[in-house]
């Protein structure tokens, strides 16, 4: 049984580009939610996706926005980055839009993203 | 909406040493409380959480934590800490109508000393 996978590892972008982070959810899972973490902070909730759809949003705006594929992986996408969007971002997988109360929630180790 | 307080960000102990971490927190409604460790370079993983009834909650690798609805605390407690349990713990609560948005506190750094 593969756990939670997130690529890359480490980013660095330049503020106002793009960014996309990946995340592959554990075999069985079939719902993926981001988190971010900053620095000295605890994980705060972007959004979660179940069968491919946003089911809840945390207060992040617009241009934080996701994707989930027909083999439950996932995409988080932020558009114009800012400096404060540098932080470890989090990907966890789940059954059936479970949160984060499940001893089933499973979380990957992160993507730390740098914005100089 | 609810929030919750780590006092300590940097706990250290002496192994085989007892040891507490604070969490208060506060919810105009009833809550459910978590705890969740983040060994370096991975994940949260939970701990234990308290949805109802027995105010003692035991969890994996040792460790409980008790739930004072007067002093609103759910402290995490270990009678005897060892070298692997050196990493971050943090402690969340949910409202009980939504499992999904869980706020986390800013987290506890246990390290255990040798």
């Known amino acids: 049984e593969t756990g939670v996978t997130q690529s890359p590892t480490h980013l660095i972008k330049t503020r106002g580009q793009q960014v996309t982070l990946r995340c592959s959810s554990q075999s069985g899972h079939n719902t993926v939610s981001w988190y971010q973490q900053a620095l000295g902070q605890g994980p705060q909730f972007i959004f979660q996706y179940y069968r491919e759809e946003e089911n809840g949003r945390g207060n992040f705006p617009p241009r934080f926005s996701g994707l989930q594929f027909p083999n439950y992986s996932s995409e988080l996408n932020v558009n114009a980055l800012e400096l404060d969007d540098s932080a470890l971002y989090l990907c966890?997988?789940?059954?059936?839009?479970?949160?984060?109360?499940?001893?089933?929630?499973?979380f990957g180790s992160g993507t730390r993203l740098t914005v100089v | 909406a609810q929030s919750v307080t780590q006092l300590d960000s940097q706990v250290p102990v002496f192994e085989e040493a007892p040891v507490e971490l604070r969490c208060n927190y506060s919810s105009s409604v009833s809550v459910y409380l978590f705890w969740y460790v983040q060994y370096p370079n991975q994940g949260l993983q939970l701990l234990l959480k308290?949805?109802?009834?027995?105010?003692l909650v035991k969890g994996i690798n040792g460790f409980e934590a008790e739930f004072n609805k007067s002093q609103t605390s759910f402290h995490l407690r270990k009678p005897s800490v060892h070298i692997r349990d050196t990493a971050e713990y943090f402690c969340a609560v949910s409202d009980s109508g939504g499992y999904q948005k869980v706020t986390f506190g800013t987290g506890t750094k246990l390290q255990v000393i040798p």
């Open positions: 308290y949805l109802s009834g027995s105010t």
């Open positions: 966890a997988s789940s059954l059936d839009g479970r949160g984060p109360s499940s001893y089933g929630y499973t």
